[in-house]
Each structure stands twice: as C-alpha cells, then as structure tokens.
Nanobody, 115 residues
C-alpha cells in the first residue's frame, strides 16, 4: 500500500500556473502513479499518469499541452505542473497509483481557478 500526501493547491487566476506535489511512502518507486481530480458534483477522473521509471507519461485530452507530470523516485515524490489554468480545472486533485489503490487515496489538494 502506498500512502500519499498532496500539496500545492490554491487560488489562481485563469491563465495562471500551479505546481502540485505528492509525497509518498518508501515503496513508491515501484508503482506507476497518476494524478486524478474531482470537481464538485462530478466523478473523479484521471488527469495524467507516469510509469514507475518516469520514462512514459499519458494525459487526459482536456489537459494535454497544459499539464506535465513528473516524478523523483529519490524523493518519493510525484508532481503536476499545471499551466494555462482554466476555471473548469477547479477541483480537488489527488495522487494515487495507476490504477488507483482504493485504500491509498489521500486528502487531496484543492485548486480553484477564478478571476
């Protein structure tokens, strides 16, 4: 089981940027990881994934070209750089393995994109 703690969310204007961080437990490096998000009243959705080595990434269509997922296995961390943010990116953001482990969801970090 991987335990995670997300951080880096906040309030940002449309077009702005944020970098989310996810600190994970020591066995983190063997797992592919993903960032997920859930907006109020909507189901949780996959945003981006990265392989255990970090060599391959995949993105949901709605963030392609704007978001970048990276990881640092030496720091047991995964990151999500979010650029050109839009109001529809407003959501709670969560990291977990890919596919997610039900018992590994953290508290998430909230992102609000608003003028």
């Amino acid at each position: 089981q991987v335990q995670v703690v997300e951080s880096g969310g906040g309030l940002v204007q449309p077009g702005g940027s944020l970098r989310l961080s996810c600190a994970a437990s020591s066995i983190f490096s063997i797992y592919p990881m993903g960032w997920y998000r859930q907006a109020p009243g909507k189901q949780r959705e996959l945003v981006a994934t990265i392989t255990s080595s970090g060599s391959r990434t995949n993105y949901a269509e709605f963030v392609k070209g704007r978001f970048t997922i990276t990881r640092d296995n030496a720091k047991n961390s995964v990151y999500l750089q979010m650029n050109s943010l839009k109001p529809e990116d407003t959501a709670g953001y969560y990291c977990n393995t890919d596919p997610p482990i039900r018992t590994s969801w953290g508290q998430g970090t909230h992102v609000t994109v608003s003028a």
